[in-house]
């Protein structure tokens, strides 16, 4: 099944302390990208990337990090947390071969940083 | 810079009614726009794409059309129901990225 699959989907963490969330996707698509979604803010884009190796800084990068050694997985890191970086947080792929390709999310993963 | 907005941030109809949800887009240079439905803590499920070469796709009760000129897309909810509630969100393929709106929160009351 065709999917993008993101870990943990829940987690509770206290500020500082370093945490990654990983994203895969098994559909060989070139394009991932992080958002994260608060309340009245929207879908707001954290980082993307083109293919591997590739990556670009979104509207809000500030705080993460990312990195796309492989196709398949695109992991987002919290160097040191803090509580305003807790959000729903979304990775998606798409294969962005043409104007035909939709976006593909995943289920979404709640960090709460204390 | 693309910047995509929806109008209104918010509605509520009663059970039947036929509805409309708006768009817009400052840069009319996109490959596609897409409409997604979210529900409540859940991940976003691609409802509809228009192709920039076209016009407007249907599928079931949803009617979505693209006027690129204009920068304007709308979706057409026909005689809707309470499990359309839901928030609405619209995105264009510009560039090599995917730019969103903000997302209409739809309340359909039985």
Redesign the interface.
Same mark, same amino acid.
């Given at each position: 099944e065709a999917q993008v699959t993101q870990n943990p989907r829940y987690l509770i963490t206290v500020t500082g302390k370093k945490l990654t969330v990983t994203c895969s996707q098994n559909m060989n698509h070139e394009?991932m @990208?992080w958002?994260r979604q608060d309340p009245g +803010? &929207?879908?707001r884009?954290i980082y993307?990337s083109?293919n591997v190796e590739v990556t /670009?800084k979104g509207d809000v990068p500030e705080g993460y990090k990312v990195s796309r050694k492989e196709k398949r997985n695109f992991p987002l890191i919290l160097e040191s947390p803090s509580p305003n970086q807790t959000s #729903?947080y %979304?990775c998606?792929s798409?294969p +962005?071969r /043409? @104007? &035909?390709?939709?976006?593909? %999310? &995943?289920?979404?993963s709640?960090l709460t940083v204390v | 810079k693309q910047e995509v907005t929806q109008i209104p941030a918010a509605l509520s109809v009663p059970e039947g009614e036929n509805l409309v949800l708006n768009c817009s887009f400052t840069d009319s240079a996109i490959?596609?726009l897409?409409w997604f439905r979210q529900d409540p803590?859940?991940? #976003?499920?691609?409802l509809l #794409?228009i192709? @920039? @070469?076209q016009r407007e796709q249907t599928s079931g009760r949803l009617n979505a059309s693209l006027d690129k000129s204009s920068g304007r897309s709308t979706l057409y909810i026909a005689a809707s129901q309470p499990g359309d509630s839901a928030t609405y969100?619209c995105?264009v #393929?510009y560039g090599?990225? %995917?730019v %969103?709106?903000? &997302?209409t929160r739809l309340s359909v009351l039985p």
């Open positions: 394009y @990208s958002y +803010l &929207g879908l884009q993307y083109m /670009d #729903l %979304f998606a798409s +962005l /043409d @104007s &035909g390709n939709t976006i593909y %999310f &995943g289920e979404g709640w | 490959y596609n897409q803590g859940k991940g #976003l499920t691609s #794409l192709q @920039s @070469s969100l995105a #393929l090599q990225n %995917f %969103f709106g903000p &997302g």
